[in-house]
């Protein structure tokens, strides 16, 4: 198993910047990817951004210029910079990482979801 904790999230005025991690630990032999979904009230879950073990990243047309995401591979932690935050970023915003255990085996697992508001 996989343990993903998360921190970072709280309230920001409209402009302002927070930055979110996510920390794995457990049975992990490798991780594949890292990222970052967000699910705000009445909508669906969505990718943010997500980093692959190569380096190869992905973001959401709403975010782009706006978040980076970046890894630190020696501590299984990916990072989430919000800048210039907006109304419509608020949403409950969770961690995914995509790791190998020693049985070689790949699964996804998702953080427990850290809250971010938005509001003045």
């Known amino acids: 198993q996989v343990q993903l904790v998360e921190s970072g999230g709280g309230l920001v005025q409209p402009g302002g910047s927070l930055r979110l991690s996510c920390a794995a630990s457990g049975n992990i032999y490798s991780i594949n990817a890292m990222g970052w979904f967000r699910q705000a009230p009445g909508k669906q879950r969505e990718l943010v951004a997500i980093?692959?073990?190569?380096?190869?990243?992905t973001y959401a047309d709403s975010v782009k210029g706006r978040f980076t995401i970046s890894r630190d591979n020696a501590k299984n932690t990916v990072y989430l910079q919000m800048n210039s935050l907006k109304s419509e970023d608020t949403a409950v915003y969770y961690c995914?990482?995509?790791?190998?255990?020693?049985?070689?085996?790949?699964?996804?697992?998702w953080g427990q979801g850290t809250q971010v508001t938005v509001s003045s």
């Open positions: 995914l990482c995509n790791a190998k255990s020693d049985s070689m085996r790949s699964a996804a697992y």
């Open positions: 980093i692959t073990s190569g380096g190869g990243i």
